[in-house]
Each structure stands twice: as structure tokens, then as C-alpha cells.
């Protein structure tokens, strides 16, 4: 991901070994110049089980925000945009852009490696 002030990505494990406690592990990181948020969405390894783990780092500090009680309102936006027939949460334009994005991704993606 880029963006004005910043780089980011977002990486997603399906492949983990045995011995981690969760399905897979999912983080999203962004880079700036003045410093990094990392989102880890299943686990923080060693530390802590459970999911919704937020670090911030800056000129300042490092910080841990435990984010565990935190509401997760695109779940339930979605679900009512789609039986309401409304845009509130996900306008329509987006989902298709989203969707043509991921297919030219798909199309130009190279296959490494024997997957099947």
C-alpha cells in the first residue's frame, strides 16, 4: 500500500506450524518517516494469546495498545449495507474497485513454486 505520507502492507499467514495457538496470524503495518503502526490481528507470539494487538512507534516512544475491547463495526456495517441495499459503510464503487484490483492482481501474478 502507499500513500501520501507513508508505505505499508498487509501480511496474512494461512500456512503456520503446530506449536502457534491461532488458525494463522494477520498484521498490517504501515511505514512513515516519522514512524510505524503495526496491527497484529490473532496473536502477538510469546506474550499475549489473544488477538487485537496495536503497536506504535514515533519519535517519541513505543507504545502497546491493547485493543480487545475495542468495537469492530465493519462486520455488522457490511451485513446491514447488504440486506438494506444501502452504501453507509461500503459505497458500491469501492467494492468494485476492490474487486477489479484483485483480479488484475490475480491475472498478473506469477506462480512460484509446486502449490498444486
Known sequence: MKGNCGHGYVRLDWYTPEGLSTWGDG?????GTDG???LRKCVDIT????GEHLF???HHCEQ???CTDQPLPYGPCFVSDVLNRTETHAP?????????LALIAEQKALRMGNLG
Not at 498484521?27 to 511505514?31: D, G, K, N, S, Y
Open 36 to 38: 510505524f503502526i503495526e
Open 64 to 66: 502497546y495498545i491493547d
Open 27 to 31: 498484521r498490517l503495518t504501515i511505514l
Open 47 to 50: 506474550r499475549n494469546r489473544k
Open 92 to 100: 458500491q464503487w469501492r467494492t468494485f474497485l476492490a474487486m477489479e
Open 56 to 58: 506504535l512507534v514515533d
